[in-house]
């Protein structure tokens, strides 16, 4: 018998001949069940999600308008589907998904230092060129960098990501938002998330990840790394690699992404 498309929730439908990947604030990533190298992103069918999405397909036309595969390590946009719910997108799969999971997993901690320095200069890159498009992803972190078969990463999720001015509707989540409110959403502010991206690729973890976590097993919620950081108590980075790059993307003394990249091939290269 032929699979048949299902509602899930919130109004969205698993496409037939798909299965879930996972939920995020927009819709959902899909599956295809014949078709390994590929993953369907769906809104919630509801005004404000289609938009996002919307959104989304304006800003993934921008980012590979320049060539038909566009920056090495921005996920891949295979092509783009209309209809009355919403449509959907389709995407390269990353066979090792987000990184941040990876990190979880044991070949994950075995990640080797010269990978992850190579993460960092390539996730720089795309940040680089994402930014001379005019796009602001808006947040930043291991959660939005999947990881390919090839290791290589790229950067994915631009719902809700700003273009042309337009500030991003998503903010960095605690420990990569930056601790001036009027901040968020603007390049300097990403450049912050961008520190803390760094650090989460060294590192394996996310900054102040031990007492973000305790928050919320106590049921307080996130935003113990955020009031640190107003605060000005940072993770401790003496000795860890590229700690001078993070420091600086944390101190905003940087202004452009490029000088970030730039940092990181003077540090390493």
């Keep these: ?121 390539q996730v720089a890159s795309a940040v680089v060129y994402m930014h001379s498009k005019g796009v602001v992803q808006g947040d930043l972190g291991g959660r939005n960098i999947l990881l390919r078969e090839d290791r290589t990463v790229c950067l994915c999720d631009f719902a809700g990501s700003g273009i042309d001015g337009i500030r991003p509707e998503v903010w960095a989540q605690s420990g990569f938002r930056h601790p001036m409110e009027e901040l968020q959403g603007t390049v300097q502010g990403e450049l912050h998330a961008l520190g803390s991206t760094i650090y989460e690729i060294v590192t394996s973890t996310c900054p102040h990840w031990e007492e973000e976590k305790a928050e919320v097993d106590k049921g307080w919620g996130e935003g113990k790394a955020d009031e640190l950081m107003r605060s000005g108590k940072y993770p401790y980075i003496t000795g860890i690699l590229l700690g001078d790059v993070i420091a600086k993307c944390w101190a905003g003394e940087f202004t452009t992404s490029q000088s970030v990249l730039e940092a990181i091939d003077q540090e390493v290269f």
Aim: aromatic share 6%; net charge neutral; glycine share 8%.
């Design 1 to 121: 018998m032929a699979t048949i498309a299902r509602t899930i929730t919130r109004g969205l439908r698993q496409p037939a001949g798909c299965e879930l990947l996972e939920f995020g604030s927009t819709g959902a990533v899909f599956a295809f069940l014949n078709d390994p190298k590929t993953v369907a992103k769906l809104p919630f069918e509801a005004d404000e999600y289609i938009a996002r999405l919307n959104q989304e397909k304006c800003i993934l036309t921008r980012l590979r308008a320049d060539e038909d595969d566009g920056h090495p390590h921005v996920v891949r946009c295979v092509r783009m589907e209309e209809d009355d719910r919403g449509g959907r997108i389709i995407l390269e799969r990353a066979t090792h998904g987000a990184l941040r999971v990876y990190f979880h997993k044991e070949e994950g901690r075995q990640a080797t230092m010269a990978e992850r320095v190579r993460w960092c200069h």
